[in-house]
């Protein structure tokens, strides 16, 4: 008995891969950011290595900074729910 039952083929798989959502996107916690992707690591409040998820409800958003021999790497991170209303109420304190 040979071949494979169910599961993605190798043609379709380069379809499920990648990011998933933009910068200004609103996420719940748990939410995939990424798929296999080696090209994003994670940032603040942001879990996995491969596969990254939200690990808070909030907004996400991209830095950059360089990383050894000046490579450039995309870190991506998610703004949560209660850090934006602790700004929005500083900002009106002032």
């Given at each position: 008995?040979?071949?494979?039952?169910?599961?993605?083929?190798?043609i379709?798989?380069?379809e499920?891969?990648?990011?998933?959502?933009?910068?200004g996107?609103?996420?719940?916690a748990?939410?995939?950011?990424?798929?296999?992707?080696?090209?994003?690591?994670?940032?603040a409040?942001?879990?996995?290595?491969?596969?990254?998820?939200?690990?808070?409800?909030?907004?996400?958003?991209?830095?950059h900074?360089?990383?050894k021999?000046?490579?450039?790497?995309t870190?991506?991170?998610?703004?949560?729910?209660a850090?934006?209303?602790?700004?929005?109420t500083?900002?009106?304190?002032?």
């Amino acid at each position: 008995m040979g071949g494979r039952v169910g599961g993605l083929s190798h043609i379709n798989y380069k379809e499920t891969r990648g990011i998933k959502v933009s910068g200004g996107t609103h996420v719940k916690a748990g939410t995939v950011l990424t798929r296999e992707g080696g090209k994003w690591k994670p940032g603040a409040n942001v879990i996995g290595r491969m596969n990254l998820t939200a690990g808070c409800d909030g907004e996400v958003y991209f830095t950059h900074k360089t990383g050894k021999y000046k490579k450039a790497i995309t870190l991506i991170n998610v703004r949560s729910v209660a850090e934006k209303a602790k700004k929005k109420t500083s900002k009106k304190a002032v």
